[in-house]
């Protein structure tokens, strides 16, 4: 009687338990099933109303039967292991039970565990549709060619259902779903042939897969070929099945099927091989793609023309044998003559194209701009890219026994500020350095700087007639070198006028300006002006007005477009919009306008730079700084060491800014020097094309700016209201007096002597 009391208690703890578990089981199958036909609050909006689905519980039961109620059962197999362990041990390792035991602990306990973690750990069919619409976010330049698309590893252009035409759809099924709408998500007869062939072959498992599966794998799985991920596909498929309609997933497979390279889903495939949109696509072409998802690289018309062919025709063959298509519309596809586009990987302004992108991912994220779909219309021009890029490789090329290797360019619309060339290197494709992005690297300007400090110095006390001494000078400053400027010919030129200390270039005079104005000064309005990485941090002396503060070329380009605007400071813009995958505008322009110069002195600083007669004594008379029938605002610049050679000038309406050297920093030759020699030619040809067929444009007068004449010379200058004017205009006669008094008063000193 003993041992049969423990035994009917063990049989009933046993089937208590095996109740319990079962329950447990069924509990969370209720709940993984359920929820197939109830919305996910992480489903976007936008996707829920597309995808909805009859509810068959609610929500109050869902909780009901799923959270209480195996609770309650968790909590009664807990007190009935609390309540008997002794009886469990008992008749687990005596009397010959512990092999009941383990079968139990096998079928009941691990075994759902298994399965419940297995199931846990595959992809929610919810994120299926969130997956399958993600899409490349394309780069445009101002007139809408494109200039790029950014993707990872997979380039999509989702399309709706009603844009593909029906015989890409009627392709596709027949030949790879044929029963598409007649199946749940697998078919039998296919996994029983793909079986089949795999057990009478060597080389990997095979197909079998329906559309459902193929989706499922390709959006929800990896790739690997193995019996554990196939099991997963058809579950996802059955559960994919269950939960959208045959024309969601037919959909979501047409956007997302591989067809090669990195173009997935039909339109992308369809832009790459014939640079058609689907819904322009021939039968013949139509039937082409179709036949590439099984093996993209061997059927691709690029690898093999005759293989893809056949393909084709197998595609076709199928298509009328199913009844989609008649013999004569199978005759006219077979003998269409197919035309494909170019394959190749596609990149214009590829420079700044990485700079946008680099923008977008610091604006938005970078898998926002991956995935996101953007379409982003820049303020680039295609046209001007491809002449000033043409220029700069070709006068580069031509001049390279100059030693420089390498040239650069910006061109700005000078009204808005907007960048419509970007030239980053002669070829970004050159092996070793060819990406490398001297627009926005760190280079020292050298004497085109300076108008930064005359600028300052015309907004004192300082006016286009002050006299500066181009003599030698040294800077003592504690605990530092001495500092002695040298002009770029190794002269002195007396005195000199501040117009033509700054139209020479003259150095002297200009690190004497510096001197006054002050360094800090220098920094904070070249800063204002647009050079960013500008701060007062005490790291450079006077030599920043020769260049000895590195600069960008982009922001040093945007300097003399504050110039051009009259003083009037904007940050260069690179986009007309972003518009998001549903076609909203995301982008706000906060271009803020500010005025850093007043128009007078910007009109003084134009006048300057435009004068040809005053440069005349260091750059001559038939120079690259001039163009015929155009007043044009230029200075260059070169660093004493010889490594940066710069030339940037502008009109009201375009400013150019060139630069050409080493990107290593090696030097390059002494005939430099002048800054005639390097990027002057680029320049010059640059603006000569923005400028071709446009009138010469003058800035209008300040009413504050007038003309004073000195009729004893016949020069004039230019002046504002309220600064100090001259007695004379007339340097040169003031050096002629100069110099006779220095005789008469030598000649009464010698007289006196003799006294």
């Not at 759809?169 to 042939?193: C, M, P, Q, W």
């Not at 002669?426 to 990406?435: C, P, R, S, V």
């Not at 400053?477 to 003259?506: C, E, I, W």
């Not at 001259?726 to 050096?735: A, D, G």
Request: charge should be positive.
């Amino acid at each position: 009687m003993q041992y049969l009391n423990k035994f009917l208690e063990f049989v009933e703890f046993t089937g208590n338990s095996i109740l319990y578990v079962l329950k447990l089981l069924l509990a969370l199958l209720k709940n993984i099933f359920s929820s197939l036909f109830i919305r996910s609050k992480k489903v976007p909006k936008e996707y829920q109303d597309k995808h909805k689905k009859p509810r068959l519980f609610t929500f109050f039961v869902f909780i009901k039967d799923t959270i209480i109620s195996v609770i309650f059962w968790i909590f009664r197999l807990i007190k009935d292991i609390v309540l008997f362990p002794k009886k469990i041990f008992t008749h687990l390792f005596l009397r010959k039970s512990f092999l009941s035991g383990i079968l139990f602990a096998i079928f009941f306990i691990f075994l759902p565990i298994t399965i419940i973690r297995w199931f846990k750990e595959l992809p929610s069919p919810e994120s299926l549709v969130i997956e399958a619409n993600k899409k490349s976010t394309v780069i445009l330049d101002r007139n809408g060619k494109l200039m790029y698309e950014i993707y990872v590893d997979k380039n999509y252009h989702p399309v709706d259902f009603e844009e593909i035409p029906e015989y890409v759809k009627n392709a596709t099924l027949a030949v790879e779903d044929d029963k598409f709408y007649s199946h749940f998500g697998i078919r039998f007869d296919s996994v029983i042939r793909a079986i089949k062939n795999n057990l009478s072959k060597e080389n990997g498992l095979q197909g079998g897969s329906t559309i459902t599966q193929q989706l499922v794998k390709n959006v929800l799985l990896t790739p690997e070929r193995t019996f554990s991920r196939k099991i997963k596909e058809a579950v996802l498929a059955v559960l994919v099945e269950a939960r959208y309609s045959k024309k969601d997933i037919f959909e979501m497979y047409l956007n997302n099927i591989p067809y090669g390279g990195t173009a997935w889903g039909v339109q992308t495939a369809s832009k790459k091989y014939f640079n058609k949109d689907v819904w322009e696509l021939s039968l013949a072409e139509a039937s082409l793609l179709a036949g590439l998802p099984t093996a993209p690289t061997s059927y691709s018309p690029a690898t093999d023309l005759e293989t893809a062919k056949s393909r084709q025709r197998f595609v076709l063959e199928r298509m009328l044998n199913l009844g989609y298509i008649n013999k004569e519309e199978f005759n006219k596809a077979i003998s269409e003559e197919l035309v494909f586009a170019d394959t190749d990987g596609y990149i214009r302004a590829p420079h700044f194209v990485d700079y946008i992108r680099k923008d977008l991912e610091k604006r938005y994220g970078r898998r926002y701009v991956e995935f996101g779909g953007l379409t982003v219309t820049t303020t680039l021009d295609l046209d001007i890219q491809d002449k000033v890029q043409s220029i700069v490789t070709e006068e580069v090329n031509k001049n390279s026994y100059l030693g420089f290797s390498n040239g650069a360019s910006v061109v700005m619309d000078v009204k808005n500020a907007e960048v419509l060339a970007y030239v980053g290197s002669i070829d970004y494709f050159k092996e070793g350095w060819g990406a490398y992005d001297v627009v926005t690297a760190m280079r020292q300007p050298g004497s085109s700087i300076k108008p930064v400090t005359y600028g300052l110095a015309l907004s004192g006390s300082f006016t286009p007639a002050s006299i500066i001494d181009d003599s030698p000078v040294t800077y003592k400053f504690k605990g530092s070198k001495d500092y002695t400027p040298v002009n770029y010919d190794g002269q002195y030129h007396g005195k000199v006028t501040l117009r033509q200390a700054l139209a020479n270039s003259y150095n002297i005079p200009a690190v004497k300006v510096a001197n006054v104005v002050g360094v800090d000064n220098i920094v904070l309005k070249g800063r204002e002006m647009g050079l960013t990485n500008w701060e007062v941090d005490g790291s450079y002396g006077l030599s920043i007005t020769l260049g000895g503060k590195e600069v960008r070329l982009l922001d040093h380009t945007n300097v003399y477009a504050t110039l051009a605007r009259q003083g009037v400071y904007k940050e260069p813009e690179v986009y007309i919009s972003i518009k998001d995958s549903n076609g909203y505008d995301i982008y706000e322009n906060e271009n803020t306008k500010k005025t850093v110069l007043s128009p007078e002195v910007s009109y003084l600083l134009w006048d300057i730079l435009s004068d040809q007669n005053a440069r005349l004594p260091a750059f001559g008379v038939n120079n690259f700084l001039s163009i015929p029938g155009h007043k044009i605002a230029v200075k260059t610049g070169t660093t004493n060491n010889i490594k940066d050679n710069w030339t940037l000038g502008y009109t009201p309406s375009y400013v150019v800014g060139v630069w050409v050297g080493n990107n290593d920093g090696t030097p390059m030759r002494q005939g430099l020097a002048s800054g005639l020699s390097g990027a002057a030619p680029i320049w010059n040809k640059i603006m000569t094309e923005m400028l071709k067929e446009k009138p010469n444009e003058l800035y209008e007068r300040p009413a504050n700016v007038f003309v004073k004449k000195d009729d004893r010379c016949g020069i004039s200058e230019v002046f504002i209201k309220g600064t100090m004017i001259p007695s004379s205009l007339c340097p040169e006669k003031e050096k002629e007096k100069e110099k006779e008094n220095d005789k008469d008063g030598g000649k009464n000193k010698k007289d006196r002597d003799r006294d």
